[in-house]
Every structure is written in C-alpha cells, then in structure tokens.
C-alpha cells in the first residue's frame, strides 16, 4: 500500500483555466474527503465522499468546483474559471472508519497566476 | 456551529523544555478530538485523539485529555527535542460523517 496519492504535485495556471486535480486513495478506504489549505491556516473542508457518493459539500465550495468519484476508487476536483484565490494546497484524505483513521496525502499545490 | 481556536504561534523553546500548545473548541454534540502534526514539507499526520470526555490521547511522549467542561484539549510534552519542530493541528470531528474541522495551527521551533 502506497498511501493517498495526489496527482500533480504542483499546478501554475493562468487566471479564467480550468484545472483538474487527481487523488488516490488506499485501496479498501470507503471513504474520501478534499481540504483547502492556505499559508498560515488550517485545512478546511470541502467535500466527502462514501464509496461513490457524495454525501456532503461545504458552503465555501463554489459552483465553479466539482468532485468526482466515479467507481468508488479515485476521485477528481475540478476548478474552472480559476481565479488567483484559489491559490492554495488541496488535500486529500481517505480513511475506513471516518475520522478516526484518517491518511492525508501530500497535496497539489495550485498556483493561479 | 462547530469551530476550533488554538494558541498563536510561532512558539520557541529550547530542547528538553517542556510544551503546551492551547486548544478550544466550540461544538454541537460530542465531538471526536485530533492533533495532527505537519512537519517541513511532509503531509499531514495523526499524532493523537480523543472520542469522549475525559479520554486522555497520547502518542510519542504528546498527551492531551478531553476536557468536556473547558472544551480544551491542550497538547503536550514534557521534554522536546529539536526533531518536534513541526507546525501542530487542533482538529475536531462534530459527527460520523468524518469531515474535520481544524484550528489554524501553531508553528513551534525547538532550538539546540
């Protein structure tokens, strides 16, 4: 087991592109979640997932993000119409048994330029 | 709502002093508590956690107890070590969806 993957590393946009973001989770974790995280502050919380399902979405997600998780396996973060505010580090994190066992990819850091 | 508020950094000791980084929370129910520790240029990972009052969390030598009536969870050591210096997470979750909630960290340095 190789871990959260998160796929790219590192993302320089122009500002109105669109970006696609890739995650991996452990293979037997039922569970998947995405974090924005900017300089200085904690992760905040995004979306979740259950197997296929999205089952929550936070408020401070805009129209211009959606996520993804096909076949229950990998998940996607799309950002269209990228704006510099959405510079950040976006996380992703998948666990079995909800918060309690939760492991944290490395992250893609985002830049909008 | 549900929001956690922890002690500002940077915080800087010297090695073998002893730590403790400030963790409130504000929270519906009873929620689950974290730390999590985010060393230079790693991911994010679990230190420790609580699930009920009085529940005390520990793991490499870092404690915290569950405080239920001061809704703190305050982080620990007794003595750092230079390898400690890492930028630490308060973290709650307010049920068993699983999403957490995080502080805004506290960046602590441990000097020779």
């Known amino acids: 087991d190789t871990g959260v993957s998160q796929d790219p590393r590192h993302k320089i946009t122009k500002r109105g592109q669109n970006v696609t973001f890739r995650c991996d989770p452990i293979s037997e974790h039922n569970r998947l979640y995405w974090y924005r995280q900017t300089l200085g502050q904690g992760p905040e919380f995004l979306t979740y997932f259950q197997n296929e399902a999205q089952l929550e979405k936070s408020r401070l997600l805009s129209d211009r993000f959606s996520a993804e998780r096909p076949k229950g396996s990998f998940s996607t973060l799309e950002i269209q119409r990228t704006e510099q505010g959405d510079s950040a580090m976006y996380l992703c994190?998948?666990?079995?048994?909800?918060?309690?066992?939760?492991?944290f990819g490395s992250g893609t850091r985002l830049t909008v330029v | 709502g549900n929001s956690v508020t922890q002690m500002e950094g940077p915080v800087t000791l010297s090695e073998e002093a002893f730590l403790t980084i400030n963790c409130t929370y504000t929270a519906t129910g009873y929620p689950s508590l974290f730390w999590y520790v985010q060393y230079p240029g790693e991911g994010l990972q679990l230190l420790l956690k609580a699930t009920k009052a009085d529940d005390k969390g520990s793991n490499k030598g870092f404690e915290a107890t569950y405080r239920k009536e001061t809704t703190s969870f305050h982080l620990e050591k007794g003595s750092v070590q230079v390898s400690d210096s890492a930028v630490y997470f308060c973290?709650?979750?307010?049920?068993?969806?699983?999403?957490?909630?995080f502080g805004q960290g506290t960046e602590l340095s441990v000097k020779p």
């Open positions: 994190a998948s666990s079995l048994d909800g918060p309690l066992g939760y492991t």
């Open positions: 973290a709650l979750s307010p049920n068993q969806g699983g999403k957490l909630i």
